[in-house]
């Protein structure tokens, strides 16, 4: 899991808020890219928000590198 969030941070150069958000579905394995929808927010010390990005322009499809692709199909499988 970590090996996975660390790949995709350096190599997407996503924010953190919206690294969090992630959910599988915004993954295409199709087209090898990455949709950011959402970003997490943090509300309290203890509670966090996930809603759209603060700004339009933060809607965006990022390409996903090749050596990204077995990296994630590992973490997934993984889950279950």
């Known amino acids: 899991m ?3 969030i660390v790949a995709m941070s350096l190599r997407l ?3 953190r808020g ?3 958000a992630l959910r599988w579905g915004d993954v295409h394995w199709e087209r090898k890219s990455i949709g950011i929808a959402r970003a997490a927010y ?3 010390k203890q ?3 996930v809603k759209a990005p603060k ?3 933060s809607l965006r499809s990022i390409p996903m590198p090749e050596p990204l692709v077995p990296i ?3 973490w997934q499988s993984a889950q279950g």
């Open 55 to 57: 700004t339009a322009t």
């Open 72 to 74: 994630l199909k590992a």
């Open 2 to 4: 970590w090996r996975a």
């Open 13 to 15: 150069g996503i924010r």
């Open 47 to 49: 509670d966090q928000q």
């Open 18 to 20: 919206e690294l969090i």
């Open 42 to 44: 943090r509300v309290s």
